[in-house]
């Protein structure tokens, strides 16, 4: 088998998660990473064994040999870089969350749909096997209707210093509070009708701590907590009509059970025991769209995408959030040394 060519923009803790992944998978190859700074991409592709290193972004997206590019920067940077990536004619896979809101993302949404190339955003959890599994659980009616959700997730991600920067899309939404909303909504099939929420934030106007109660059509209720200055046990239960669900690993599932009516289990899924880490499942997923020419993949697709930042756009105006970033990405324009756009 031929490998598939991927190049790295950015060169921090994700993308090192991804080399390691990619490494270890039948068909794929790290060919190039990139970083602004040409130590630090030396020594991020001799850790990796990757043959080619750039100290400039733009000398990656020249490389005729990458077919997919990662970008693996903090999300200030996202739709500047994938912008960049699509205008060199490469298809591009983003790391979550694709932007810092949903205008910019729309932008890069519509680009890559207008140069024909293939953009999503790497959100690992929805393309994982036991994450589609307990989709297949909610479709089937396994437990009857949904009526109520809870999901947690924690990190004490506090000595992170690009999510206490507002200027850089920092905060525990973007970066963690997204997965369990996005296991609510699959679960739920729908965005919700209301919902009301309060937050603990940080003296640089970040969040910290968030709490959702969401609202959704038929009468269904649901709760996210997420927070980045403590550990949680980072789990999700789905209750229905005719039993539950519970999902361990909110953002990387390691088990779902089911459990009957009157508490039984009635049945209990494990990860495929081939599974890497997890990242893997977005990289096969990229790679079938790109051969069959699809824009986006079926697992989590730019309407999804979009809903989501739109949502989240909401509660950081309820909360008085805001980021002082450009609505729109403009490539044009030249680069300065301090913009976050070249940030990693």
């Not at 599994?133 to 009616?141: G, M, S, V």
Request: hydrophobic letters at 40%.
């Amino acid at each position: 088998m031929i490998d598939f060519n991927i190049g790295i923009m950015g060169a921090g803790h994700i993308a090192g998660k991804i080399a390691e992944t990619i490494e270890k998978l039948d068909g794929f190859r790290i060919a190039a990473i990139a970083s602004k700074d040409q130590g630090r991409a030396d020594e991020f592709a001799a850790k990796y064994g990757i043959e080619k290193a750039y100290g400039r972004y733009e000398d990656l997206l020249k490389d005729p040999e990458i077919e997919l590019v990662y970008i693996a920067s903090v999300h200030a940077a996202h739709p500047f870089m994938a912008v960049e990536a699509l205008k060199a004619g490469k298809p591009v896979l983003v790391e979550k969350p694709l932007s810092y809101n949903a205008k910019t993302a729309q932008t890069v949404m519509a680009f890559a749909r207008q140069q024909k190339l293939f953009c999503a955003e790497a959100m690992w959890t929805r393309y994982m096997p036991l994450t589609l599994h307990f989709k297949e659980l909610i479709d089937q009616k396994v437990i009857g209707e949904i009526r109520h959700a809870t999901a947690t997730l924690g990190y004490k991600l506090i000595d992170k210093p690009r999510l206490l920067r507002p200027e850089l899309a920092g905060g525990a939404l973007l970066d963690i509070g997204i997965y369990p909303l996005s296991l609510i909504f699959l679960a739920m099939g729908d965005f919700p009708v209301s919902c009301a929420s309060s937050i603990n934030r940080l003296s640089s106007n970040v969040d910290a701590i968030d709490t959702i109660h969401m609202n959704f059509s038929q009468g269904r209720m649901a709760t996210a907590f997420t927070t980045m200055m403590y550990e949680l046990d980072n789990r999700a239960v789905f209750y229905g009509t005719r039993g539950r669900i519970e999902v361990e690993g909110t953002n990387l599932p390691t088990r779902v059970r089911v459990y009957g009516e009157n508490g039984e289990i009635l049945e209990e899924t494990m990860p495929p025991e081939s599974q890497i880490t997890g990242y893997e499942y977005e990289f096969l997923a990229a790679r079938n769209a790109i051969i069959m020419e699809k824009p986006e993949p079926a697992e989590i697709t730019h309407i999804e995408t979009l809903r989501m930042l739109q949502f989240m756009d909401q509660l950081r105006e309820n909360w008085k959030i805001f980021f002082p970033l450009p609505e729109e990405p403009k490539p044009e324009e030249p680069e300065k040394s301090d913009d976050p756009k070249k940030s990693e």
